[in-house]
């Protein structure tokens, strides 16, 4: 009888063990970084604009931390031209100053201009045109931080 006690409490020992392995790893699989795609406004630090090669924060950030009158010298290798210029598709103003960001649709703050507030963002930036009609998506090619920019 004791025996028979004491298989049946190692049977349940066993699948206490069992459901706390499985919760460790779960725990553990939840931890792992989606490092391939990680998609996240969350990945863009203080003080950035931030822009991404695909729609929804995803492949990126490239972060923009003052005036860049040239994005082609910015280098991502998913990006159609090996570069930031004419590629981002989802933006970010994460900037601290109280500026916005103007984004143009060519090199030296040129031809378009969309003002970016702090604090604001779009996943898909399509929606938007620039002053001359063009649209956003896939056609930063400079950025300029400005306090004419805010909500
Ligand atoms: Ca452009």
């Known amino acids: 009888m004791s025996n028979i006690r004491a298989s049946l409490n190692a049977v349940r020992r066993g699948a206490r063990l069992g459901i706390l392995g499985a919760v460790l ?20 630090a203080s003080g950035f604009f931030c822009v991404w090669n695909a729609t929804g924060f995803t492949d990126g950030p490239g972060s923009f931390g003052g005036n860049n009158q040239n994005w082609s010298l910015f280098s991502h290798s998913t990006c159609p031209s090996g570069t930031w210029n004419n590629c981002a598709s989802s933006a970010y103003n994460h900037g601290s100053s109280g500026l916005g ?10 031809t378009g201009s969309f003002c970016f507030p702090q604090g604001t963002s779009e996943t898909n930036l399509s929606v938007y045109t620039y002053t001359n009609g063009a649209n956003v998506n896939n056609s930063i090619s400079s950025n300029f931080w400005t306090s004419t920019c805010h909500s």
């Open 25 to 44: 790893g779960l725990t553990a699989l939840v931890a792992l970084p989606a490092t391939p795609a990680a998609a996240s406004m969350s990945q863009c």
């Open 101 to 110: 960001v103007n984004i143009y649709v060519d090199i030296d703050y040129a």
